[in-house]
């Protein structure tokens, strides 16, 4: 028979090991989220679409075309997207403005670096993104919805005019958010 003892010291192990893991995990979600991805981790797709070349087999799509990568701003945009997303369902509408305004000043940021892609991406802040902060600051969630719902055909409809097609975004995203959302009244 075990003493009380040590099963209060195998649950305080259990429990400090749980932690550690938490903390790891979320260090390098974190960091992954906001670190910048080194280039060569980004040459990848196009160097296997280039070995797939010489089977005889044709690449999808070639990333060495293009003059300015935009996946570090995207994988931004999506996390804020979302979490914009789950927020304000959950009608935590202060959460849901501050992401708002990082996605726009993400968005800017890109439209800076984007080059041909430059003009869309202003496009989408002006006719997307402004509609949606609108919807958020006042705090009516069948605006958000519809707002929300809008943004999503139009980041869709860019992707397939940029030779995107495959990339497509969910009318209701992931939680990718480090943060709880409970539904709204409860």
Not at 91 to 97: C, D, F, V
Not at 107 to 125: D, E, I, M, V
Not at 127 to 137: D, F, G, N, S, Y
Request: charged share 20%; net charge positive; hydrophobic share 40%.
């Amino acid at each position: 028979m075990r003493s009380t003892t040590q099963r209060g010291c195998l649950w305080t192990r259990r429990i400090t090991c749980l932690s550690i893991g938490g903390l790891l995990f979320l260090g390098g979600y974190l960091t992954a989220l906001w670190a910048p991805l080194p280039m060569a981790a980004l040459t990848v797709p196009a160097q296997a679409a280039e070995s797939h070349k010489g089977h005889g087999q044709k690449a999808r799509h070639d990333h060495k075309t293009h003059e300015v990568d935009l996946a570090p701003f995207m994988i931004r945009n999506a996390y804020h997207f979302a979490t914009l997303y789950h927020a304000a369902r959950a009608e935590r509408w202060e959460l849901a403005a501050y992401q708002a305004e990082e996605l726009e000043e993400n968005l800017t940021q890109a439209a800076r670096a984007g080059g041909s892609y430059a003009q869309s991406l202003k496009a989408f802040l002006k006719e997307q993104v402004q509609p949606l902060r609108k919807a958020i600051t006042s705090q009516h969630t069948e605006q958000f919805r519809l707002a929300f719902q809008a943004a999503v055909v139009g980041c869709n409809d860019c992707h397939k005019a940029t030779q995107h097609g495959f990339i497509t975004i969910p009318q209701e995203p992931p939680a990718l958010s480090i943060f709880v959302f409970p539904l709204a009244g409860r």
